[in-house]
Each structure stands twice: as structure tokens, then as C-alpha cells.
């Protein structure tokens, strides 16, 4: 996770982000009742792998992660 | 110095190297696996073989890291640079 111990690392500069004001009511996009696109990754499952030499000629030790893919 | 041999040996070493790295990548998802587990070890200790084989033959890999100094000479500056290995 990326952690920002850096609350002000460019003083004097113009402020890029704009921050939440506590007691401001939150003007969400999307609309309510809509919701941003979610991506998603399926967990890989071992199988057989690579040789080394094989490996590293690829790229990958994993077959499931060569493209393209055969699934 | 049989250099076919030397790039022979370098090869191998970077490719356990490289299967180690894919394994730990695969274990930062899956630490509980232990298939992966037991191949990681596996691979580690054919990695460490190979290198150790690779330095008592050719010297150094590293500047630090693997092997002790010698008692009596910085191997180290004994090996050819990179650029100066014909293999």
C-alpha cells in the first residue's frame, strides 16, 4: 500500500490535488446508485512450470502467464 | 580457462536466478503453497550451489554477498571485467 508520510512536500508550489474539507458534503461522481468500473484479477493456480533455461528464454517460469494465452 | 565452460555455468546461475525471482513473485500471493514453497527452496539451493561452484572456479560474481575474502589476496580484482570475458 502507498503510504504519504509527506503531507507537504512542495510548499510554496501550486497545489495539485485538491483535499476533502471535513465539513463539506462530498459531491460524488458517479451519481448515486452508480458505480465506477471494478477490475479484477482470478488468483493463479499453480501448475507445471518452465524449465530454467526455458524460463528465462520466455520470460515467465509459468505457462498459465505466457501469451497467448491457451484458456 | 575454459570459457565456454565459464558462460556455460553464468548461464545457469542466471537462470535459477530467474526462476527464483518468478517463484517469489508467485509466493507474494501465495505464501501458504507449498509446492511452490518446496520448489523455491529447491531452486535456491541449486542457486547457491551453482554460484558457489562459479567462484571457487572463476572468482567473484559480486564484490560482496556470497564468498568470504581470501586470507591472503582481494580476489576481486583478480576476474576480468564483464566487457573483458570472451566467451
Known amino acids: ?37 471494478r477490475a479484477y484479477v482470478p488468483i493463479q493456480r499453480l501448475g507445471k512450470v518452465y524449465p530454467p533455461a526455458k524460463a528465462l528464454e520466455t520470460g515467465t517460469l509459468f505457462p498459465e502467464l505466457y501469451r497467448p494465452y491457451h484458456y | 580457462m575454459d570459457s565456454h565452460n565459464q558462460a556455460h555455468l553464468l548461464r545457469k546461475i542466471q537462470e535459477l536466478s530467474f526462476v527464483a525471482v518468478d517463484l517469489n513473485l508467485y509466493l507474494d500471493t501465495h505464501p501458504g503453497d507449498r509446492r511452490a514453497l518446496e520448489m523455491y527452496n529447491n531452486v535456491h539451493r541449486d542457486f547457491l ?30 576476474s576480468p571485467w564483464p566487457w573483458e570475458i570472451k566467451y
Not at chain 1, 503510504?3 to 463539506?24: E, F, L, M
Open chain 2, 49 to 78: 550451489q551453482a554460484v558457489r561452484k562459479y567462484e571457487k572456479m572463476y572468482g567473484p560474481l559480486v564484490n560482496f554477498g556470497y564468498s568470504p575474502a581470501m586470507q591472503d589476496y582481494w580476489t576481486w580484482v583478480e
Open chain 1, 1 to 37: 500500500m502507498y503510504r504519504d508520510n509527506n503531507q507537504n512536500p512542495q510548499q510554496g508550489n501550486t497545489q495539485a490535488v485538491s483535499y476533502i474539507d471535513q465539513n463539506q458534503e462530498l459531491g460524488y461522481y458517479p451519481p448515486q446508485g452508480m458505480e465506477l468500473a
